[in-house]
């Protein structure tokens, strides 16, 4: 199992903008993406302008195709702009899950 955790913030008032883009991706994933086995999405409710994602993939191939999804393009198309900071990534192989 793949996995990629994301720390993401954003410049102040874009939070709105930041949230719809995430959840895009979301409903991307939910219909088109049966080998990604998990993306979490949160915002962090004492600091709206910091998110952070976890995204569970049944392997390589399948972190591949999500990565090379136009969706996720339009996502970044969207993130750059408007971040405040770079997006922390982390992409670790899967030692644990309940």
Known sequence: MKSISAVIRVKPGQEETMRSALLEVAAHVRASEPDTVGFFVSQDPADPALFTT?????????????NASPTVARFFSIAKPILAAEVVLVTADELFAK
């Open 54 to 66: 976890y995204e569970r993939f049944a392997d390589e191939a399948a972190m591949a195709r999500h």
